[in-house]
C-alpha cells in the first residue's frame, strides 16, 4: 500500500533535487511524445538537446539565448520572493526596447563611446517606467499586478507595432515594419568574430552578482523579504512595505528592459515587430525552474535557452514542428510544480496489514 | 425518552499528531457534559466527528444503540445532532429569518410560527426581520441555537460558545443551556475555562494530547484538580505582588483620536490615560471594539498627532514603530504567525525584525548576522525557548515557544514599556504561566506595560490599573482592587 506523508519539515535536499526530477521527467515525457509522434526518441531529443550545442556557434547561440532569460529571471525573482507576481515581463521587456530604441534611433549616423550607455540606460529606465504601472495600481489603488502586468503585455506590443510601421518606420525600408538599423555605437559590441555572442552577457552576470549580494546580505533586501512574506510585519517592524512593492516592480522592470535592450541592440540591431520570442514569460519558467536563487537561475536558464535552440534545429532536421520548444517548456513548469508536492509530502510504502 | 450517545474507540490520526487516540466516552440525556482540555488537546476533533465535518480513522459514534455512519454534517443533522461552532457560520448582510431559512426544507410561514414558538418558550427576544450584522454576538449565538433548536436535536453541542460573549451574556446563555437539559436534550459544552465547567455542568471528561484523561462528576472536583489534570503537572499558581505606588509618569495620551477609512475597523474616540513607572494598564473589552486600532496607534503602525502620545517627555504621536522603539518601547502584536513573526523565516531572522539601533543587527546598511545570531542565543536562552536550533524555520515552533521568543526579542533591548496585545491567546496554560510570571517581572524591575487583553482573569491577574474599551472608547480607569470581573463584564457590554 502507498501512503503518502506530509513531512514535518521541508526537505533541503529534495528543494534542490525537484529542479533535476523536473528536467529528467520533462526529458522522458518529450521522448513519449515523440515516440507517439512516430520519431525516433532518442533520435529526436538527440537533435533537440545535443546537436544544436554541439559546436562553438551553437553553443554561442545557447548563451546568447540564455542571457535575457537570465536577466528577466533574476529580476523576477525579486518580484516572487516578496510575493508581487509580475508576469508582465515582455511587456517591461518591450517597453525598455522601444525606450531604448528611439533613444538609438535620435543618434541615427553619430558615433561616440557615451551613446551606448545612454542608449542601456534608457532601456532600464523603460522597463521600470513600465513596470512602476501595476505597482502603484497595486500598492495605492489595490488592483491585482497579475492581471496589470499581463494585459500591459499586450498594450506595449501594440505600441511597438505602431511605432514600427507608422512614425518610426525606416523611411528608406520599402514599408516593411521596422526601423532604421542603429549606428554602430549605439550597439552592444560581439565579443567573437563571427559568433552572435555580444557583451549584454556581462549585463546578466552582473545582475546575478548584484541580486545574490543584496538579497542575502543587505538590510534592503532583508526588508523586501519581510514585505513580501507579510506587510503586516514590515509595518510592525516599521519597513515602509509599500515601497518595497515598488521597488522590487522597479528593480525587475530594469531587468525586462535591459533584456530589451540586449536584444535590440545585440543581434538585431534595430527594432521591429518581433524582438523577443517570448522571453518574458519563458523567463518566470527559468525563475523558478532556478528556485529564485541567483546561481539556480544561470543554470536554469541555459536549460530553457536549449528548447529554443533545440526546435529549430528538430524542425530543420527531422520536421518536428518548431513548437514542441514551447512543448517543452510547458513541461518543465509542469513537472517542475508537480515534483514540488514531494517538498512537502513523502511518499511511505507500507506492506498491506493483515 | 432518553438519549444515549455512545463513542466507541475513536481514533483520528493527522500527519505528525494523533488527535484522537482511541477515544471511548459515553453521554446520557438529563446531563450536562463538559468536554475539557487545552488547545490541541483533540476536543474540537472529538466533536468535529461527532458533527460529520471529520471522519474518524478508526471507531464509531452510537446514538441511542444505532451505529452511526457521519460522513457529512447534514447526516449528523438528519440524527439529530446539532452544533454551534465557535465561529458562526452565519451570512451577516442577511436577515436572521433568511439565515434560519437557508437549510430548513419548512415552509416560510410554518417555520417562523415554529421560531417564533422557540423564542418565546426560551424568552430570545431578537428581531427576526433585522440582518445579522445588527446582531451582537450574544444574538448570533442565540439564532445559531434556534437554527439548531428548529430541528428538535436530541444532542446539542456547544463548541467554546463563551469565548466571544460578555459575562451577562454567558449567564444568560447557560440558563438556556439548563433549560434544554431539563427538556431532556443531551450537552455537550466544551471549553477550556475551568470556571463555567464547575458553575454549569454535571460531569467533565479531561482530554489531554488526544487521550481521554478522565471522567468525573462535578461535585468530585474543584479547579484546581481540574487545572491539574488538563495540564498534567501541578501548577504553582502566581500572584503579583502590589505595586509600589510610583507617581514617575512614563507615558500620556491626551485626546487621541483615529478615524479609519476602513468600514470594517473601529474609530477610536478621544483616548487620554497615563502610565507610570512599573504600573501595568490592563485595556478590557470584547474583541473588535477598537483593541486592534489602539495597538497600531500605540505602536505606530497607524501615526497620529505628534502630541497626542507623549513618552518620557518627548512627544512620538507622528514616529515610526522603528523610531519608537528607540525611545526605548516594545511592541508584542495579537497576531503571531501573521504580524509579529514570519513562520517561513529561521528563528535568528524574526529576531532581527526587532531591529534596534545599539544592537547592530545591520551595519551601513549590511546584515550582521553574527550580531543577530549571539543575541538570538542569548534570547533562547534567557526567554526558555524549547529549541537550539536558531537557523529552525519558526513554523515549527509552538504557539508558547513562539510567543516566548517574541517577548524574548522586544524584552532583551530592556525597553522601559511593553505594549502587548492577547499575549497568551490559544497558548498551553504552561506557557501562559511563563509569560504572566515574565510580565510580572518587567513590572517590578520598575518597567511598565500596556496589556490589550480580551481575557478579564488575566487582566484581573496582572493589571494595576484597568480601563475597558467599547466601540472605541475607553471607560474611566479603575485601580484593579476596586474591579471584579461582573463590573467589567457590564462595561464591557457597554453600560455604565
Not at chain 1, 553619430?110 to 540606460?121: K, S
Not at chain 2, 436534550?185 to 484523561?213: F, N, P, S, W
Request: proline share 3%.
Amino acid at each position: 500500500m502507498i501512503k503518502i506523508v506530509k513531512r514535518d519539515q521541508p526537505s533541503r535536499a529534495i528543494f534542490f533535487f525537484t529542479p533535476v526530477l523536473a528536467i529528467f521527467l520533462t526529458l522522458v515525457a518529450g521522448g513519449l511524445i515523440f515516440f507517439i509522434l512516430g520519431f525516433k526518441p532518442f533520435e529526436a531529443l538527440k537533435f533537440f538537446f545535443i546537436v544544436p550545442i554541439a559546436d562553438k556557434y551553437g553553443f554561442s547561440e545557447l548563451l546568447l539565448k540564455a542571457t535575457p532569460l537570465c536577466l528577466i529571471a533574476i529580476g523576477l525573482s525579486f518580484c516572487f520572493k516578496s510575493n508581487n507576481w509580475n508576469i508582465g515581463a515582455e511587456g517591461q521587456l518591450t517597453f525598455g526596447a522601444i525606450v531604448s530604441g528611439g533613444v538609438a534611433l535620435l543618434f541615427y549616423e553619430q558615433e561616440g563611446f557615451y551613446i551606448l550607455p545612454i542608449v542601456i540606460l534608457a532601456g532600464a529606465i523603460g522597463g521600470m517606467m513600465y513596470a512602476s504601472i501595476p505597482a502603484i495600481l497595486k500598492t495605492y489603488f489595490n488592483t491585482n499586478e497579475i492581471l496589470v502586468s499581463l494585459m500591459l503585455v499586450y498594450v506595449s506590443k501594440l505600441i511597438l507595432d505602431y511605432l514600427v510601421v507608422g512614425p518610426w518606420s525606416n523611411p528608406e525600408g520599402f514599408n516593411f515594419p521596422e526601423t532604421r538599423q542603429f549606428s554602430d555605437s549605439a550597439k552592444l559590441p560581439l565579443l567573437f568574430e563571427g559568433l552572435r555572442i555580444h557583451a549584454g552577457i556581462f549585463l546578466a552576470l552582473a545582475a546575478v552578482v548584484i541580486s545574490w549580494f543584496v538579497f542575502y546580505k543587505t538590510y534592503l533586501g532583508f526588508q523586501m523579504k519581510v514585505s513580501g512574506f507579510s506587510l503586516k510585519t514590515a509595518k510592525y517592524a516599521g519597513y515602509k512595505g509599500k515601497k518595497m512593492i515598488i521597488l522590487v516592480f522597479l528593480i525587475s522592470g530594469a531587468c525586462a528592459g535591459l533584456a530589451g535592450v540586449g536584444e535590440i541592440t545585440g543581434p538585431i540591431g534595430q527594432l521591429h515587430r518581433e524582438i523577443s520570442p517570448d522571453y518574458g514569460f519563458t523567463a518566470i519558467i527559468v525563475a523558478f525552474l532556478g528556485r529564485l536563487h541567483p546561481v539556480g537561475i544561470i543554470f536554469a536558464s541555459l536549460v530553457v535557452a536549449i528548447t529554443y535552440l533545440g526546435a529549430e534545429t528538430a524542425q530543420i532536421f527531422m520536421q518536428i514542428p518548431k513548437y514542441t520548444g514551447q512543448v517543452f517548456q510547458g513541461m518543465i513548469l509542469f513537472f517542475l510544480l508537480a515534483s514540488d508536492y514531494l517538498l512537502f509530502f513523502k511518499i511511505k510504502f507500507i506492506g498491506s496489514k493483515k | 425518552m432518553n438519549t444515549n450517545l455512545k463513542i466507541s474507540n475513536v481514533t483520528k490520526i493527522y500527519p505528525g499528531c494523533v488527535a484522537n487516540d482511541n477515544v471511548s466516552l459515553e453521554f446520557n440525556s438529563g446531563k450536562i457534559y463538559a468536554l475539557l482540555g487545552e488547545n490541541g488537546a483533540g476536543k474540537s476533533t472529538l466533536v468535529k466527528i461527532l458533527s460529520g465535518v471529520i471522519i474518524p480513522d478508526e471507531g464509531n459514534i452510537y446514538l441511542n444503540e444505532n451505529n452511526l455512519k457521519l460522513n457529512s454534517p447534514l447526516d449528523a443533522k438528519k440524527n439529530d445532532i446539532g452544533m454551534v461552532f465557535q465561529h458562526f457560520n452565519l451570512f451577516e448582510t442577511l436577515s436572521v429569518f433568511e439565515n434560519l431559512i437557508i437549510d430548513s426544507d419548512e415552509e416560510r410561514e410554518s417555520l417562523r410560527e415554529k421560531i417564533d414558538t422557540i423564542m418565546k418558550k426560551y424568552n430570545f427576544s431578537i428581531d427576526l426581520d433585522i440582518p445579522v450584522l445588527n446582531l451582537s454576538a450574544g444574538q448570533k449565538q442565540k439564532v445559531e441555537i434556534i437554527r439548531c433548536l428548529i430541528r428538535s436535536p436530541k444532542v446539542l453541542i456547544m463548541d467554546e460558545p463563551t469565548s466571544v460573549l460578555t459575562e451577562q451574556e454567558t449567564s444568560e446563555l447557560f440558563l438556556s443551556l439548563k433549560k434544554f437539559s431539563e427538556e431532556g436534550i443531551l450537552i455537550i459544552y466544551i471549553t477550556h475555562k475551568l470556571k463555567e465547567v464547575m458553575q454549569l455542568c454535571d460531569e467533565v471528561a479531561v482530554m489531554r494530547r488526544g487521550k481521554l484523561v478522565s471522567v468525573s462528576e462535578i461535585k468530585n472536583e474543584n479547579i484546581e484538580s481540574l487545572a491539574n489534570k488538563m495540564v498534567g503537572q501541578n501548577l504553582k499558581t502566581i500572584k503579583k505582588k502590589k505595586a509600589k505606588a510610583s507617581s514617575d509618569q512614563l507615558i500620556k495620551i491626551t485626546n487621541l483620536n483615529f478615524t479609519s477609512e476602513d468600514p470594517f475597523e473601529t474609530n477610536l474616540m478621544d483616548i487620554n490615560f497615563s502610565v507610570n513607572r512599573g504600573e501595568c494598564l490592563g485595556i478590557a473589552g470584547i474583541s473588535g471594539n477598537g483593541q486592534s486600532e489602539l495597538f497600531q496607534v500605540l505602536s505606530g503602525e497607524i501615526i497620529s498627532e505628534k502630541k497626542s502620545i507623549e513618552f518620557n517627555n518627548n512627544y512620538i504621536g507622528d514616529l515610526s514603530p522603528q523610531e519608537r522603539r528607540e525611545y526605548l518601547m516594545a511592541f508584542s502584536p495579537e497576531d503571531r504567525l501573521e504580524q509579529a513573526a514570519i513562520p517561513q523565516m529561521k528563528i535568528f531572522e524574526n529576531v532581527a525584525l526587532n531591529n534596534f539601533k545599539s544592537s547592530n543587527f545591520f551595519n551601513n546598511g549590511l546584515i550582521n548576522e553574527n550580531k543577530i545570531k549571539e543575541h538570538s542565543k542569548k534570547i533562547i536562552s534567557d526567554f526558555n525557548v524549547n529549541t537550539d536550533n536558531i537557523e529552525l524555520k519558526s513554523q515549527f515552533l509552538s504557539g508558547g515557544n513562539l510567543q516566548k521568543l517574541i517577548i524574548g526579542r522586544e524584552l532583551i533591548t530592556s525597553p522601559d514599556l511593553l505594549i502587548c496585545f492577547n499575549p497568551t491567546w490559544g497558548l498551553d496554560v504552561g506557557a501562559i504561566n511563563y509569560i504572566h510570571e515574565t510580565l510580572i517581572k518587567i513590572n517590578e524591575q520598575n518597567k511598565s506595560i500596556i496589556l490589550i487583553s480580551t481575557d478579564t482573569d488575566e487582566l484581573l491577574k496582572l493589571s494595576d490599573k484597568i480601563s475597558v474599551i467599547h466601540k472605541g472608547k475607553l471607560s474611566k480607569i479603575m485601580n484593579a482592587e476596586e474591579v471584579t470581573s461582573e463590573k467589567l463584564g457590564i462595561l464591557m457590554g457597554g453600560a455604565n
